[in-house]
């Protein structure tokens, strides 16, 4: 769920008077407060699952625990912004809030290109080369460096305030700086989504070249990368849409109909990516040989 707007000059208001003025406009909402617990009880027993699980303590079993602590954050977040709370200050949990989602799409680009990677050539690519380091520094380090960029214009004083990404309201209460929002939130994120659409889409090509070449001349079991690839798209489309629904809201700011959609499939998410990480042929197996 994107926010709506932003107030111009919030540094004049204490964290209590900004939260007083956003209960007079939207108030507490006991539905997206239950939302936001559903979303971080389902993204955590699929964490701990896949950190219990033997056979996802791997290089890919760490990119996806990465990208469901993203996911718990997003929510923590969520659940913060809900509650109106004073405890936690609106500048940091505007930050907190913008750099989760950053955080969480960095980390599905990285599943992205590694269905890019997987079919670059006819030997296996199943096992992670030596480049869990590099994937790490950008997985970490980019929401990190942009975090860090941003909180630098936010306090320059020589940048005009129209290019100020004022993250420290989206917790509070707004008025609209649209450039700002597309600058420092939805750009990032259209970037890193079309690129993680085109590794997939060459990825596939690549997948399908393959799959014409005779059986005798195939040396490698392709099922496990083809698994995993349908794995990753599933995921991919599941967030397209929440960025979808979150970018219409924004572009449509006042719908309030594409609004709530947008703010509903944020914890309709949560069960989708629950589901599709627990309902494997991995963990239905781990299951059955503890349950039996």
């Not at 009880?41 to 699952?49: A, E, K, P, Q």
């Not at 718990?72 to 969520?78: E, F, L």
């Amino acid at each position: 769920m994107a926010p709506s707007t932003i107030i111009e000059d919030d540094w004049n208001l204490t964290c209590f008077e900004l939260q007083q003025e956003d209960l007079k406009e939207y108030d507490y909402n006991i539905w997206f407060i239950l939302g936001c617990f559903i979303g971080i009880v389902l993204m955590s027993i699929t964490l701990v699952t896949y950190m219990i699980i033997p056979n996802f303590r791997n290089v890919r079993g760490y990119k996806i625990c990465f990208l469901l602590f993203g996911m718990i954050a997003i929510y923590c977040a969520h659940l913060a912004m809900n509650l109106r709370t004073t405890l936690i200050p609106c500048q940091a949990q505007g930050y907190f809030y913008a750099y989760a989602v950053v955080f969480s799409v960095f980390w599905l680009n990285v599943l992205c290109f590694d269905c890019f990677a997987l079919f670059r050539s006819s030997e296996a690519n199943s096992v992670e080369k030596n480049r869990f380091a590099y994937t790490c520094l950008y997985g970490w380090g980019g929401p990190a460096a942009l975090a860090l960029f941003s909180f630098y214009m936010e306090r320059a004083t020589t940048v005009d305030p129209n290019y100020k990404p004022n993250f420290s309201t989206w917790a509070c209460f707004y008025h609209s700086n649209k450039t700002a929002e597309f600058l420092y939130y939805f750009l990032p994120l259209l970037v890193l989504m079309i690129s993680g659409l085109l590794f997939l889409i060459v990825g596939a090509l690549r997948a399908r070249t393959l799959r014409q070449v005779p059986r005798n001349v195939v040396r490698f079991d392709r099922s496990i990368d083809h698994k995993r690839f349908s794995f990753t798209s599933r995921l991919f489309m599941a967030v397209t849409i929440a960025c979808v629904l979150d970018i219409s809201s924004w572009v449509g700011h006042g719908v309030h109909w594409i609004y709530w959609l947008s703010s509903v499939y944020v914890y309709i998410l949560a069960i989708v990516i629950f589901l599709l990480c627990m309902c494997n042929s991995e963990v239905k197996q781990w299951f059955v040989k503890k349950c039996c």
